[in-house]
């Protein structure tokens, strides 16, 4: 059976109503992702949002460094990769440059608040027209599981064997809340 013969036998036949159909904001891929991880979930999340406001043709991705590191791969929109954190601040300068774009980072919590904190941050407090995707695992994923500015008190990691203690590590930051008490951000 040919390709376009296996496509046609799910079109809706007579007297059948569409309630589903594919998504082409998501590239069909093999998934690289470890089975039940939450990056694919929202991957096709944020490729529906996309698609539902019909901006797709004009939005322009910046992937972080994690395990959504090939995020560019997943989603059929223009894209470029930012060093690990700068994710906010690539993003500044394409939305900038290209104002009537939509500018979106999708960023591990490794990224944004560990090494990138202060260019997400600022990013946040000069109200840049971005869309930041935050996705918070509470470790740092792709290299093994050690401890994020988010993992949580008593949580063991790689590099917190006995559990997150406030003494020793600090809390867990909250950078949504932090982000919500800035005067520009939405
Ligand atoms: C400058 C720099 N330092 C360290 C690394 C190594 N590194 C790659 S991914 C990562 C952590 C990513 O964690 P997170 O952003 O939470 O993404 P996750 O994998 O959990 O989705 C680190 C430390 C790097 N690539 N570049
Ligand atoms: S290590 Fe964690 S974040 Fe990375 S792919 Fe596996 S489940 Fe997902
Ligand atoms: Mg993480």
Request: glycine letters at 10%; one cysteine or more; proline letters at 4%.
């Amino acid at each position: 059976m040919s390709a376009q013969q296996i496509d046609a036998q799910w079109l809706p036949q007579e007297g059948e109503t569409l309630v589903f159909d594919v998504n082409p904001v998501l590239n069909e891929r093999q998934t690289h992702y470890c089975p039940g991880c939450h990056h694919g979930i929202a991957h096709r999340l944020v490729s529906e949002v996309l698609h539902e406001l019909g901006v797709a043709e004009r939005t322009i991705l910046v992937a972080a460094v994690g395990c959504a590191t090939f995020t560019y791969d997943y989603f059929n929109v223009d894209g470029l990769e930012a060093p690990h954190g700068r994710a906010c601040a690539v993003a500044t300068g394409v939305r900038r440059a290209r104002p009537e774009s939509v500018v979106f980072t999708y960023q591990g919590d490794g990224d944004m608040a560990a090494i990138g904190m202060a260019e997400s941050l600022h990013a946040a407090n000069r109200g840049e027209k971005i869309t930041s995707i935050f996705i918070n695992n509470t470790v740092y994923g792709m290299t093994g599981g050690q401890m994020a500015p988010t993992t949580l008190l008593g949580q063991k990691t790689t590099t917190t064997r006995q559990g997150r203690d406030m003494h020793n590590e600090g809390g867990p930051i909250r950078m949504a809340e932090i982000m919500a008490q800035l005067d520009v951000v939405a």
